[in-house]
């Protein structure tokens, strides 16, 4: 079964996305939740490799984002949190989606989801700039919170529903994305509380506890890794829209009316980050840093958010068209006053440089952890026609960077006997306490390689006979699939410069 989708025809822009969804299930990067009920749309459980892969995309976002900033500290706060929170912030009142139910499906859907797919349709049909002007049009109106024109666009458009293949649309509503459940051991006595829709409150709620235990000086950042819940009725397009998802957050506190120099602060930094995770093992080749850049653009927000007085996105060029990864918002000092005036404490901080108390102002990054996830696998995933005049042949293999790949380094003993499993069991011992291995003695060397490839491992290691005569092994490179003899003790070094 490893090579099954490595023989199948090769895929085409158009179905790439399909090919990369099921390569994850087939290699073990993502399974559907719950797959032997049926599963459980819009949720997601990530396998033996994804969770390797994810780890490491996570492990890289904290060293950049807190390691290598002296002003930066993280925490990791509680998913259940005070009620009074979510008033506080926003969400109870306005964390909302305009939807629309089709009255012979009975389906609700969220309307810019319906507008969306109707662009892509016209892209699709090359009619690039009524697509844009559709979008442009959805952007006002629901800058405008205009339900009728938006109605009105869907009906002039002759939207029909996917599944009931009619116009017959209800009035537009809006629709409350936070889910709620119990807290307390009685129900008639219970609490309702919610799963948080976003970190960034743990962080706003704990500001001066950071900023005083940690002796901070604004401006400064706090950082989090954690899980969100949205309670999305349409959830699709695999792991890029979910109802359980991850986010890794930083707020930065600042002073009041130096935000927009620091809202152009972070929107280079953020889209620096997303640029140098796409170098090509240390390639400076000028061709394919300008195909990655193009890859990239920021959008801003039409309609802002009731927190913000500037956001944008950066957005990737998927499989699927150009889609959110990040967010950077200049959240002004909503969030801080607004946890002030309703818990009656003081969110102030004193800077002695100015002798002055006031409330910061905050920016916000914002990278949803699963989309980078997709992000990453959608930029690796090539497909590679390897045919000769005499024999058809095809890999799958993942170009990962060396730092973020699952597994670094396979070990593979030729044959099972004459002691060569021996010397790959020393090299796999030598190495495994610095980087994650892989050690397999079944089935043919080149099945071996092809499943590596598969998973992404950018460096596989040989035992033969020679080693046993000269203590060298044969070194095979991923993306190449050149091969070269080293000294067994210096595959661990080889490794370690790479990742390092």
């Not at 700039?129 to 009906?155: P, S, T």
């Amino acid at each position: 079964m490893g090579l099954l989708l490595s023989l199948r025809t090769m895929a085409t822009d158009s179905n790439k996305f399909q090919a990369i969804i099921s390569h994850c299930k087939e290699y073990g990067f993502i399974f559907q939740s719950s797959e032997i009920y049926d599963g459980l749309q819009a949720v997601y459980d990530y396998g033996q490799w994804g969770s390797e892969l994810k780890k490491n995309i996570k492990d890289h976002w904290w060293k950049s984002m807190v390691q290598m900033h002296e002003n930066i500290v993280g925490i990791d706060s509680a998913i259940f949190m005070h009620p009074a929170i979510w008033k506080a912030s926003g969400h109870v009142d306005n964390f909302n989606d305009p939807m629309i139910d089709n009255k012979d499906s009975k389906k609700r859907y969220r309307v810019d989801h319906l507008i969306e797919a109707k662009a892509e349709e016209m892209r699709i049909d090359g009619r690039n700039d009524e697509a844009d002007g559709l979008l442009d049009q959805m952007d006002k109106l629901l800058a405008k919170d205009d339900f009728d024109g938006l109605k009105n666009l869907i009906v002039n458009q002759g939207i029909k529903c996917p599944i009931s293949k009619t116009s017959n649309w209800t009035e537009i509503r809006q629709f409350n994305l936070m889910f709620s459940t119990q807290i307390g051991s009685i129900s008639d006595e219970a609490e309702v509380i919610y799963l948080r829709p976003e970190t960034a409150q743990g962080i706003f709620v704990n500001f001066l506890n950071v900023q005083k235990s940690g002796r901070m000086k604004i401006p400064f950042g706090i950082a989090q890794i954690g899980k969100a819940f949205r309670n999305e009725i349409v959830a699709r397009q695999f792991i890029f829209r979910m109802r359980e998802f991850e986010q890794m957050e930083m707020q930065f506190f600042i002073r009041p009316g130096a935000q927009k120099e620091w809202y152009e602060f972070w929107k280079n930094e953020r889209m620096n980050w997303h640029l140098e995770l796409f170098e090509q093992q240390g390639s400076h080749n000028p061709f394919l840093e300008a195909q990655v850049k193009q890859k990239f653009r920021f959008h801003d927000h039409v309609k802002l958010a009731h927190y913000a007085d500037a956001a944008c996105d950066i957005e990737y060029d998927f499989p699927i068209g150009f889609k959110e990864v990040e967010g950077i918002h200049s959240r002004t000092d909503f969030d801080l006053k607004n946890h002030q005036e309703f818990s009656k404490k003081k969110m102030q901080y004193f800077d002695s440089e100015i002798n002055q108390n006031y409330i910061p102002y905050v920016i916000e990054t914002s990278i949803g952890l699963d989309r980078i996830f997709l992000l990453i696998m959608s930029e690796a995933y090539t497909e590679q026609d390897l045919s000769t005049p005499e024999k058809q042949d095809s890999r799958v293999v993942l170009k990962f960077s060396p730092k973020l790949a699952p597994m670094k380094l396979a070990i593979l003993p030729l044959v099972k006997k004459d002691g060569l499993p021996e010397i790959a069991r020393k090299i796999m011992d030598d190495c495994k306490l610095h980087f994650r291995c892989f050690y397999e003695e079944k089935d043919t060397i080149g099945k071996r390689y092809r499943r590596m490839d598969a998973i992404g491992t950018p460096f596989c290691v040989t035992v033969d006979q020679q080693t046993k005569e000269d203590n060298t092994v044969t070194i095979r490179y991923r993306d190449t699939m050149q091969q070269e003899r080293i000294p067994a003790d210096k595959v661990k070094d080889v490794v370690l410069k790479e990742i390092n």
